[in-house]
């Protein structure tokens, strides 16, 4: 007999869903910053790309709940990664 988990596997749902929101926004923001750039902004904005379009096939699963979960503990610190690598590159977009 298993236990009742209650909501908790909604709000994982959530939560992983609300992750890939905000690293949505920040990817779109510094497409948006680099269009009205240079060649080095394109290429800034490249990256966040790759790292958002990575993240996504990483974490899909779990936002959805349902299919195969690919991102297992060793997958975790390349998520954590891809969206310090995010950030950092959504502030040097706005620095340049």
């Known amino acids: 007999m298993t236990g009742d988990p209650g909501l908790q596997p909604e709000r994982t749902r959530l939560a992983w869903r609300r992750s890939l929101l905000a690293l949505t926004v920040v ?16 290429v800034l ?8 379009a990575a993240t996504l ?3 899909w699963g779990r936002a959805i709940g349902s299919g195969p979960v690919r991102a297992t503990s060793r997958t ?15 502030v040097l977009l706005i620095l340049r």
């Open 76 to 90: 975790m610190p390349a998520i954590a990664l891809a969206a310090a690598g995010q950030a950092a590159l959504g």
């Open 27 to 42: 990817t779109v923001l510094s497409v948006r910053l680099a269009l009205t750039g240079d060649a080095a902004g394109a």
């Open 57 to 59: 096939a990483l974490c």
């Open 45 to 52: 904005a490249g990256a966040a790309v790759a790292g958002w």
